[in-house]
């Protein structure tokens, strides 16, 4: 059991007995010790759950909050719920960086949450210890982002990197409340904007203004729903002899401003429906350009390299780059197909997006087309394309429509 020690005060020895002198009510009689007015008064001791003596300094004319701080801390440990205080001291630069490093995400993901935190959670949140950072703290760190400018869905983003961070810390036992989760924070909802398909029109002017070089990249993307970095690492052997299949076994991606191969996104293979028309595509895209071998790291900058017989790459017979494909083929191509201002929603990601939508329209469960995008979760799919289902009406007037066609062809 602990106790309070007065620091200023002592128990009065008798000279003679050596023993304790009492007063008229047999209590002990204090007398000012050496350490009077010197430093802090009480001194909290106790002992930890691990046995190791641990103590807190109160200010004169703080007894009461020193008595208040052991009932909790006795307490505590009976409920089980003890925190070591110096635990909390970390600062979140440093329990931050030790939680980044333990995570098990793929090295694009880690770089991507290594930026955020760097450019804007440590210069405000970094130096404060753990156990200082209170949901007033949140609030006003995450105001700060919104004057920035930062978008809300961008900000969701980081926000979540910053709550799972302390989540990690109470799991360790260095603090005990997150406090991204106070009621009096809100947290960024950023919805994303309602997807708003292409019109086929566009589909095919686009396909035609990239050129015979890059054109088959519409197919792949509208016909199969390949993602970009995909599409960059698909190559013809991914194709099974004989199969109306098309494996989807790698994206090309950039790891710390080097260009891997890696494996798609939420590390998730799949395989894709193959229509007739892509395939053509792609047959009478090799008869001008022969697939090209090229050789690039697996998944991280020093990871063993990979050799790929890549369907598109660029004239200089190189694998193509995000950055450079976006700028200067990607977007004149969509100002030639009448896009004056390409926005961020005219991203190649705009053939998924059709892709999508023509399935739906068709009559395809969302199950089936989540499994086609390596959409990790059908929920997700459901949130992004729910407005694009056919309404529950015209469900009803097709398939009666139909059974009343097969009646008058009977």
Known sequence: MGHIQDRWYRPKVDPETKKPVLDAKGKPVKEKSDLYGVGLRYKVRYLDPDGRERSKMYPDRQLSAARTFLYKVENDKTQGTYLDPEAGRMTFREFGESWLNSQTFDESSREGTEFRLKLHVYPTLGDKALRDIRPSTIREWDRALQKKGLAETYRRTIFANVSAIFAAAIDDERINKNPCNAKSVTKPRGEYPKVVPWPEA???????????????????????????????????????????????????????????????????????????????????????????????????????????????????????????????????????????????????????????????????????????????????TLRVYTHLMPSSSERTRRAIDEVFRRRDAA
């Open 202 to 380: 566009r589909v095919h002017t686009v396909r035609r203004t990239l050129g015979d070089r890059y054109g088959v990249m519409v197919p792949l993307g509208a016909g199969c729903g390949l993602r970009q970095g995909e599409v960059f690492g698909w190559s013809p052997d991914d194709i099974t002899t004989g199969s109306d299949m098309l494996r989807v076994e790698r994206q090309v991606k950039i790891v710390r401003g080097r260009m891997v191969f890696a494996l798609p996104k939420h590390r998730k293979t799949r395989e894709v429906p193959l229509p007739t028309e892509v395939r053509t595509a792609i047959e009478e895209h090799m008869e001008r350009f022969p697939p090209l071998a090229v050789t690039l790291p697996w998944e991280v900058p020093d990871g063993k390299p990979e050799t790929v017989r890549l369907l598109v790459y660029t004239r200089e017979s190189n694998q193509l780059h995000r950055h450079s494909f976006n700028h200067h083929t990607w977007k004149p191509a969509l100002r030639a197909a009448g896009v004056e201002a390409p926005v961020r929603a005219d991203g190649f990601h705009a053939l998924r997006h059709f892709y999508a939508s023509a399935l739906l329209d068709a009559g395809e469960s969302i199950r089936a087309l989540a499994e086609y995008l390596g959409h990790a979760d059908p929920a997700f």
